[in-house]
Structures are given as structure tokens and as C-alpha cells.
T-cell receptor, first 117, second 110 residues
Framework: EPEVTQTPSHQVTQMGQEVILRCVPI?????FYWYRQILGQKVEFLVS????????KSEIFDDQFSVERPDGSNFTLKIRSTKLEDSAMYFC???????????????FGEGSRLTVL | DAKTTQPTSMDCAEGRAANLPCNHS???????VYWYRQIHSQGPQYIIH???NNETNEMASLIITEDRKSSTLILPHATLRDTAVYYC???????????FGQGTRLTINP
């Protein structure tokens, strides 16, 4: 069964460093997302991406964050200068299409755990 | 998107049906009911969704009341691997993001 893959599974970084989290969405999917989950808290939407541009972003997704689809397969989340509060599990997701029945089914990866020291 | 209310936690015996309720009394006509679950710290997993008719797939059944103000997710024969947090999410047609609440922590007991 096709799946969303994320790397690294765990990254430890120093405050102020840049971090890039990578995702390979399911190959025929068109919509891509990043969510995050701080330990013990809710899963939070960060950004959605379609047709090579951001289609929606949350208040969390400030200027420190950026996303890119550098080639036909990867989808990356960059945090420019990490803060302690960026420590969280980051989930990538993809979906086939925005059908008439809402978002459709989102497929999530297993997550990348980011620890900022 | 309409707000949902779910019990914080539930227990169910292995092999029995697990019935997880969700209230969404402010749901609009163009809003769908989606269910996802999150096993431990893994990525959320889609289970099922519906608009107004009852739905069934290989994982679960979704029963939506006639007035659409509440729904129930049914896992017909719960196993230990069904222990997870279950999220009921109401989302309008064409919307892009899922808004996760606290969900229901379902524990399947042997």
C-alpha cells in the first residue's frame, strides 16, 4: 500500500539553527500538508500546498517557516531559526484531490520528531 | 467548521463492539463528518467519513442521526490494536484543513 514517508524520524538541533524536514508524498497525490503536534497537545494544521504554491496557512506558520516542492517527489518544511517552542512531532500528509466531499482522505506520514535544545 | 464534542475517554473489551459518540449540533448542510485515529504517537489515520447516510468500510461503520447533530463510530470487533485516540472532525465541502480536537482515548482491554 502506498505511504507517505518522512525523514528524519528524529532530529536534535540547537536553538537558532535551520532545520529541513523532508517528506515524500504518495506519488499521484496533488495536495500536500504539514501538521505538528507538541507533546501532549492537539494535532495542529500548519500549511497546505497545491499546484506549487501555498493554498492555506495557519497563524503558527510565520516567516520562520517555509515549504517547497523542489522536485516531483519531495515536499520539505524548513524552519529558518529554530526556537525551543518548535520542539514537536511534525507530520506530513497528502491527498489525492479536493473532491466534492470535502478534503478527501488525508494520508499521514509517521512524523519527524524535532527536539530543539 | 462546526465544533464537535467527544467523551475524553472510553474503555471496551476486546472482541466487543466499540461505539464512539460525537456531537456536532451546529453542523451545516455542506459539512461532512470525518473520523481519524492516532495510535500512540503515529500519524493520524483516516477511518471513514459521511454526509448524511450511514457508511461502512473494512475498518468501521459510521451512523449519522437523521438531524445530523450527532454520529457514532462503530468498531464492530475491537482488538488491542484499536487502542488509540479517535477524532471526530466536521469539515465543510471543499475545505482544506482538518481541525483536530482532543478526541476520545479508546482503550481496548483484554
Amino acid at each position: 500500500e502506498p505511504e507517505v514517508t518522512q525523514t528524519p524520524s528524529h532530529q536534535v538541533t540547537q536553538m537558532g539553527q535551520e532545520v529541513i524536514l523532508r517528506c515524500v508524498p504518495i506519488s499521484n497525490h496533488l495536495y500536500f500538508y504539514w501538521y505538528r503536534q507538541i507533546l501532549g497537545q492537539k494535532v495542529e494544521f500548519l500549511v497546505s500546498f497545491y499546484n506549487n504554491e501555498i493554498s492555506e496557512k495557519s497563524e503558527i506558520f510565520d516567516d520562520q517557516f517555509s515549504v517547497e516542492r523542489p522536485d516531483g517527489s519531495n515536499f520539505t518544511l524548513k524552519i529558518r531559526s529554530t526556537k525551543l517552542e518548535d520542539s514537536a512531532m511534525y507530520f506530513c500528509a497528502s491527498s489525492l484531490a479536493r473532491r466534492g466531499d470535502g478534503t478527501g482522505e488525508l494520508f499521514f506520514g509517521e512524523g519527524s520528531r524535532l527536539t530543539v535544545l | 467548521d462546526a465544533k464537535t464534542t467527544q467523551p475524553t475517554s472510553m474503555d471496551c473489551a476486546e472482541g466487543r463492539a466499540a461505539n464512539l459518540p460525537c456531537n456536532h449540533s451546529t453542523i451545516s448542510g455542506n459539512e461532512y463528518v470525518y473520523w481519524y485515529r492516532q495510535i500512540h504517537s503515529q500519524g493520524p489515520q483516516y477511518i471513514i467519513h459521511g454526509l448524511k447516510n450511514n457508511e461502512t468500510n473494512e475498518m468501521a461503520s459510521l451512523i449519522i442521526t437523521e438531524d445530523r447533530k450527532s454520529s457514532t463510530l462503530i468498531l464492530p470487533h475491537a482488538t488491542l490494536r484499536d487502542t488509540a485516540v479517535y477524532y471526530c472532525i466536521v469539515i465543510r465541502q471543499g475545505a482544506q484543513k482538518l481541525v483536530f480536537g482532543q478526541g476520545t482515548r479508546l482503550t481496548i482491554n483484554p
